[in-house]
T-cell receptor, first 112, second 114 residues
Framework: DTGVSQDPRHKITKRGQNVTFRCDPI?????LYWYRQTLGQGPEFLTY????????KSRLLSDRFSAERPKGSFSTLEIQRTEQGDSAMYLC??????????FGPGTRLTVT | AQSVTQPDIHITVSEGASLELRCNYS??????LFWYVQSPGQGLQLLLK??????LVQGIKGFEAEFKRSQSSFNLRKPSVHWSDAAEYFC????????????FGAGTILRVKS
């Protein structure tokens, strides 16, 4: 069991640029989740995939954010036209059983 | 609205002392309950979970938690804290009526003094 991996671990970008993050879930897990965590807060849900289908999106996920999970394996989260308010830790989690989620190490995004 | 409350932002305990971290939630039915631990700059590690059955659940690293329906609480405990337990702890709740997500509390930072 290699765990959930995320790439990159850190990303510094300038305001207005696009960024893309990748998540590789635990191989047998069909459920995949994205969360965002800001300093001093718990993670906030962004979106959920079951296999390749995106079944739920938070209202936090503005139209600048898009997520995909082609073929039901890895997932990508893209942020277009980044803003300083997008600076946060982006966490990916995967699971088999409903609600039971295993998290990756996260991608720390800093928008300057 | 759904909410998960961790009343203590910071807790400091001496190494070897017992620990209790509080978590209260506001949901109608019995939710799915979790505790996670996060070290600085890292992801979250699942400590334990409660779905149904015995209300006292055991987790990894010597942690346990007790579900009390009457108090809508799921407090985390450890009988003897080690310096390596210093981290941030998050309570999380899943409930069918709120979709597929987990809702997290704001976290409690645990400091351990020697």
């Amino acid at each position: 069991d290699t765990g959930v991996s995320q790439d990159p671990r850190h990303k510094i970008t300038k305001r207005g640029q696009n960024v893309t993050f990748r998540c590789d879930p635990i191989s047998e897990h069909n459920r995949l989740y994205w969360y965002r965590q800001t300093l001093g807060q718990g993670p906030e849900f962004l979106t959920y995939f079951q296999n390749e289908a995106q079944l739920e999106k938070s209202r936090l996920l503005s139209d600048r954010f898009s997520a995909e999970r082609p073929k039901g394996s890895f997932s990508t989260l893209e942020i277009q036209r980044t803003e300083q308010g997008d600076s946060a830790m982006y966490l990916c989690a995967s699971g088999l059983a409903h609600y039971e989620q295993y998290f990756g190490p996260g991608t720390r995004l800093t928008v300057t | 609205a759904q909410s998960v409350t961790q009343p203590d932002i910071h807790i400091t305990v001496s190494e070897g002392a017992s620990l209790e971290l509080r978590c209260n939630y506001s949901y109608g039915a019995t939710p799915y309950l979790f505790w996670y631990v996060q070290s600085p700059g890292q992801g979250l590690q699942l400590l334990l979970k409660y779905f149904s059955g015995d209300t006292l659940v055991q987790g990894i690293k010597g942690f346990e938690a007790e579900f009390k329906r009457s108090q809508s609480s799921f407090n985390l405990r450890k009988p003897s804290v080690h310096w390596s337990d210093a981290a941030e702890y998050f309570c999380a709740v899943g409930a069918q009526e709120y979709g597929n997500k987990l809702v997290f509390g704001a976290g409690t930072i645990l400091r351990v003094k020697s």
